[in-house]
Each structure stands twice: as structure tokens, then as C-alpha cells.
């Protein structure tokens, strides 16, 4: 068991990095507190991975990755456009705990939960279970992954206190749009190159920001209408 927990640890964690469930955690950690983010990946992981090495150990690799790609996909483009909506919790309430906090926590959990379905992560953790002790293979595997996010939410944590609330807004909306264009163009077209697939995405999310912002004032979301002019302060 051992050896399949550090097999697994290994595959994943190097499989993670540059993924775009890395770059989910630096999002989500621009916006909430890590220890929340963290709490929801180990979580998502947990579960993903279980599902996974129960597919590998007794069913083989069946599940119908395709069409969890598209919802997954078009499901990153609703957060998106969720995220560019902010917040609709009172200042009273943002600075809650236990009111803020929840909601975050079942968002991060659920969008990971999304990511990883039908990711390459949960396919090599399959591939791995099928012949390794699974035990072993989940164990390491949910590590993995996990260590890797944590760097991510480290450098978005980091990033986060120096960062105006405006631009943290609007990044971690473009890359939750990116996120499911990616996998929505992959899904369709598996053999694509990398580099077309992130060029499209980037593409269609300057494309929607143009149009956004071509919008009328009162119908464009908050954070991209203009800010009104600083009141000077009296001597």
C-alpha cells in the first residue's frame, strides 16, 4: 500500500501542476480565505478520487467523461459570469463567518467537484487503481492533488493583499471563463493542440468583455460600470 501511495502521490502531484484546477485554487483564494479553499479541495478531492479508484479497481475506466466535460465546461462560464455579478450579501453579513464562509466553501467544493470529473487526474488515478492497491492509490492520489493546490492558493493568498478589490474581481471571472471554454473546446475537439485550445479561450473572453462593456451602463455588471468621481475632501 505504501508504494502505491507514493506512486500515486507523485503522478498526481506532477500532474497537477500547470492544470487548471491549480489555477481554480489561486483564483479561489484571491476571494476567500485559504484555509476555506483548502477545506473544499480535500473535500472535492476526497470524493473524486474515491469514485475514481472504485471505477478503476471493480469497473474500469466507463464513465462518460464526455458529457461531464460540457457540463463542467459550461458550468465554469456561469461562474464567470456569476463572479462579475459580486457579491449579494450586506457588509453586515460579509463580515459573518459562519455567513460567509458556507456559501464559499460549497462553491469551491462543487467547482472542484466539476473540475475533476472527467479530468486527466481522475483518468490517471483510474489507470493507477487498475493496478496498484487502491487503498493506497487514494490515499496518495488525494494528497497529491491537494499539494499541489496548496501551492496555488499560496500564491493567491499572497497576491490577494496586494491586489485592488476591482482587479481580483475581474481576473478570477476571466479565468473561471477561460476554465470552461478550455474544456468545452476540448470536449468537442479532443486532439486540438494546447496552445489553439488556451488561444480560443483567451479570445472568446476578450471577445465577451468587449461586448460587455459595450453594454449600457445600468445593464453591465457592477464592476465594469464607470466609477464615479472622487469627492475631494475639504481642508
Known amino acids: 500500500m505504501f508504494a ?3 506512486l500515486s502521490f507523485a503522478v498526481i502531484f506532477v500532474a497537477e501542476l500547470g492544470d487548471k484546477s491549480q489555477l481554480m485554487a489561486m483564483t479561489f483564494a484571491l476571494r476567500h480565505r485559504w484555509w476555506i479553499v483548502l477545506g473544499g479541495i480535500t473535500v472535492a478531492t476526497t470524493a473524486v478520487h474515491l469514485i475514481s479508484v472504485a471505477v478503476g479497481h471493480y469497473l474500469g475506466a466507463a464513465l462518460p467523461t464526455h458529457l461531464l466535460a460540457i457540463f463542467a ?4 462560464v456561469l461562474f464567470g459570469l456569476w463572479t462579475l455579478r459580486g457579491d449579494s ?4 453579513e460579509a463580515t459573518r463567518a459562519q455567513r460567509s464562509s458556507a456559501p464559499a466553501f460549497f462553491a469551491v467544493t462543487s467547482a472542484f467537484l466539476l473540475a475533476e470529473l472527467g479530468d486527466k487526474t481522475m483518468l490517471a488515478t483510474i489507470t493507477l ?3 496498484n492497491d487502491w487503498v493506497g492509490v487514494w490515499i496518495g ?5 491537494v499539494a499541489a493546490d496548496a501551492l496555488a492558493i499560496v500564491v493567491g493568498a499572497v497576491a490577494g493583499k496586494h491586489l485592488p478589490e476591482r482587479f481580483i474581481q475581474l481576473t478570477a471571472a476571466a479565468l ?4 470552461g471554454v478550455y474544456v468545452l473546446v476540448v470536449s468537442f475537439f479532443p486532439t486540438a493542440p494546447a496552445v489553439a485550445v488556451m488561444t480560443i479561450a483567451v ?3 476578450l471577445i465577451l468583455g468587449a461586448a460587455l462593456r ?15 468621481p472622487a469627492v475631494p475632501v475639504a481642508a
Not at 464592476?223 to 464615479?228: E, F, G, M
Open 176 to 179: 473561471f471563463v477561460v476554465f
Open 141 to 145: 492520489s488525494t494528497l497529491g492533488m
Open 203 to 205: 479570445v472568446v473572453v
Open 73 to 76: 465546461g459550461v458550468a465554469f
Open 4 to 6: 502505491a501511495l507514493l
Open 129 to 131: 487503481a487498475a493496478d
Open 89 to 92: 450579501l450586506s457588509d453586515d
Open 214 to 228: 459595450a453594454l449600457p451602463d445600468r445593464w453591465r455588471p457592477p464592476v465594469l460600470r464607470p466609477r464615479p
